[in-house]
C-alpha cells in the first residue's frame, strides 16, 4: 500500500510540473479586430505588447490564415512575409513555433518539409 502511494504522488508532481510548462493562449474580439484592421495594425499591435499578447495575436492570425476558414485577407501575402521576417527575431521558442505554424499555411511555403528542432533551430529535409 506505501508503495503505491508513492508511485501515485511520484505520478501527481510529474504531472503538475509538466502542467507549469505547458501555457494557455486564447484570443478574443480585440485581437481579431487588430487582423481585420490590416497589416501595419497587426505589426504595430505585435510590437508593443507582452509575450502573451503576442501569442494571442498569433493564435488569431492562425484563424485568419487557415485555408479551412476560407477566409481571403487582401493583405495575406504581406502578413507570410513579416511572419517570414519575424521568425529569426522570435523572443521564445514558443513564439518562434507559433510563428513557424502559420508559415507552414503557405501553398508554397519554402518550410513545407520542415521542423523546429528542441533548441529553436530549423531543419529541411533535403530533396
Not at 495594425?41 to 479551412?68: A, F, M, T, V
Not at 487582401?74 to 529569426?88: C, M, P, Q, V
Amino acid at each position: 500500500m506505501k508503495i503505491l502511494v508513492l508511485v501515485m504522488a511520484l505520478t501527481f508532481f510529474q504531472n503538475a510540473s509538466a502542467a507549469e510548462s505547458m501555457s494557455f493562449v486564447q484570443y478574443d474580439k480585440k485581437h481579431a479586430e487588430v487582423v481585420e484592421t490590416g497589416i501595419e495594425s497587426i505589426i504595430s499591435y505585435y510590437g508593443e505588447n507582452s509575450l502573451k499578447e503576442k501569442r494571442s495575436l498569433l493564435l488569431c492570425l492562425d484563424r485568419y490564415l487557415d485555408p479551412y476558414y476560407k477566409y481571403d485577407l487582401s493583405y495575406a501575402g504581406k502578413i507570410y512575409k513579416w511572419l517570414d521576417n519575424e521568425l529569426t527575431k522570435a523572443p521564445t521558442i514558443e513564439i518562434k513555433e507559433d510563428i513557424f505554424q502559420l508559415l507552414q499555411y503557405k501553398s508554397d511555403s519554402e518550410y513545407e518539409d520542415c521542423e523546429i528542432l528542441e533548441d529553436g533551430e530549423i531543419t529541411c529535409a533535403k530533396s
